[in-house]
């Protein structure tokens, strides 16, 4: 069986409260029960910080784990965070960025991704749907 690993950034922990205009009503939780639902024959696992250290050594973990790759939600830590880009660039995963929202369509500052460079690609104003996406471009 195939396993995926969903990293989520910071505030995504809020999904369903934060910004219902921007980020939806449907939590996390429920994006995860649709994608196993909808993936049955995939291992999906989650995980979610606030905090770029343990994001950062999630994805090194991940690197040494039987993953077929990493969709990644690094929330704004897209925007700012080599420390992130480079641990991307160091593991052999292939990782798929993603974002719910449009960020080409937002502020200035959400325009420009640090992390894009060294992701297989992106993935970006699908809504929740962008993890469905992502999952599929690394099937």
Do not use: W
């Amino acid at each position: 069986m195939k396993k995926i690993l969903i990293i989520n950034g910071p505030n995504l922990n809020l999904l369903g409260m934060r910004e219902p205009g921007i980020y939806g009503k449907e939590t996390m939780t429920d994006v995860i029960e649709r994608l196993r639902s909808r993936f049955s024959e995939v291992k999906i696992d989650y995980f979610q910080s606030n905090h770029e250290g343990a994001i950062i050594d999630r994805l090194h973990e991940a690197d040494k784990e039987d993953y077929a790759g990493v969709v990644l939600n690094a929330g704004a830590y897209t925007h700012t965070s080599l420390a992130i880009a480079d641990a991307i660039a160091a593991i052999s995963l292939p990782v798929v960025e993603v974002h719910i929202s449009n960020i080409a369509a937002r502020e200035s500052i959400r325009h420009t991704s640090l992390i894009s460079p060294v992701c297989r690609g992106m993935i970006a104003g699908f809504g929740t749907d962008s993890y469905r996406l992502g999952i599929e471009a690394l099937l």
